[in-house]
C-alpha cells in the first residue's frame, strides 16, 4: 500500500509560470515532508522541507504548502525555468532528527520546463 | 556537495553470485541508509545504521545484508544476487540536525 503518493506522472510548463506539484500521503504518522529534485544519472538532491507544525516553508523561487487535514502537500515552482526541468520527489518521515532519514518516497513526478 | 561516494558506480554480475556495494562518506555522519530505485516505486528503504556495526532493516530487506564496521563505510551485500534485483542504489547520510545527502548512485544489472 503506498504511503506516498504522487498521482502526476509528468507536467510540462511554459518557462516563466508556475509550476505546481502534488503529494498525498495516508499515514497520520508522517510529520516531516520533503521535496527532492532528481536528474538522470546522478542521486536525489534535497529541495526544501516542511514540519507539520508549520503550513508553508519558503525557499527562494520554492514554496511547499502542506494542508495536513487533507494529508496533501504541494511543491510551487515560479519562475519555472528549463534547469529545473528534472524528476520531483516528494518524501515523508517520522520525525525530522538525524536517525529519521527513514524515508518514503513517493514515485516522482517529471517536470519538463519548455523554453 | 556532502563528501559521500559509491562504488562502482556500475556493475553487470550473474545470477547467483555474491555483489558489495560500498557507501564512503567524509563528513563523519552518524547516520548511513541503502535505498533501491526502481522504475514506477520511486526510492524505498533497505537498510540503515545508527552508527559502528548497529544496523536494521528497511522495507526492502530480503536478499540484502550490511555492515558497518567503520563510521565512514556502509556495505550493502546482495548475498546471491537475483535478476529483481537490477536496480539503482543510492547511499544516503544524515546527521543529528537531520540534514542529509544522497550519493551519486550504483547502477547494478544483474543478468
Known amino acids: 500500500d503506498q504511503q506516498v503518493k504522487q498521482n502526476s506522472p509528468s507536467l510540462s510548463v511554459q518557462e516563466g509560470r508556475i509550476s505546481i506539484l502534488n503529494c498525498d500521503y495516508t499515514n497520520s504518522m508522517f510529520d516531516y515532508f520533503l521535496w527532492y529534485k532528481k536528474y538522470p544519472a546522478e542521486g536525489p538532491t534535497f529541495l526544501i522541507s516542511?514540519?507539520?507544525?508549520?503550513d508553508k516553508n519558503e525557499d527562494g523561487r520554492f514554496t511547499v504548502f502542506l494542508n495536513k487535514s487533507a494529508k496533501h502537500l504541494s511543491l510551487h515552482i515560479v519562475p519555472s525555468q528549463p534547469g529545473d526541468s528534472a524528476v520531483y520527489f516528494c518524501a515523508a518521515s517520522v520525525g525530522s532528527g538525524g536517525s529519521n532519514y527513514k524515508l518514503t518516497f513517493g514515485k516522482g513526478t517529471l517536470l519538463t520546463v519548455n523554453p | 556537495d556532502a563528501g559521500i561516494t559509491q562504488s562502482p558506480r556500475h556493475k553487470v554480475t550473474e545470477t547467483g553470485t555474491p555483489v558489495t556495494l560500498r557507501c564512503h562518506q567524509t563528513e563523519n555522519h552518524r547516520y548511513m541508509y541503502w535505498y533501491r530505485q526502481d522504475p514506477g516505486h520511486g526510492l524505498r528503504l533497505i537498510h540503515y545504521?545508527?552508527?559502528?556495526?548497529?544496523?536494521d532493516k528497511g522495507e526492502v530487506s530480503d536478499g540484502y545484508s550490511v555492515s558497518r564496521s567503520k563510521t565512514e563505510d556502509f556495505l550493502l551485500t546482495l548475498e546471491s544476487a537475483t535478476s529483481s534485483q537490477t536496480s539503482v542504489y543510492f547511499c544516503a547520510i544524515s546527521e543529528d540536525s537531520g540534514r542529509g545527502f544522497f550519493g551519486p548512485g550504483t547502477r547494478l544489472t544483474v543478468l
Open positions: 545504521s545508527y552508527g559502528v556495526k548497529d544496523t
Open positions: 516542511i514540519s507539520s507544525i508549520k
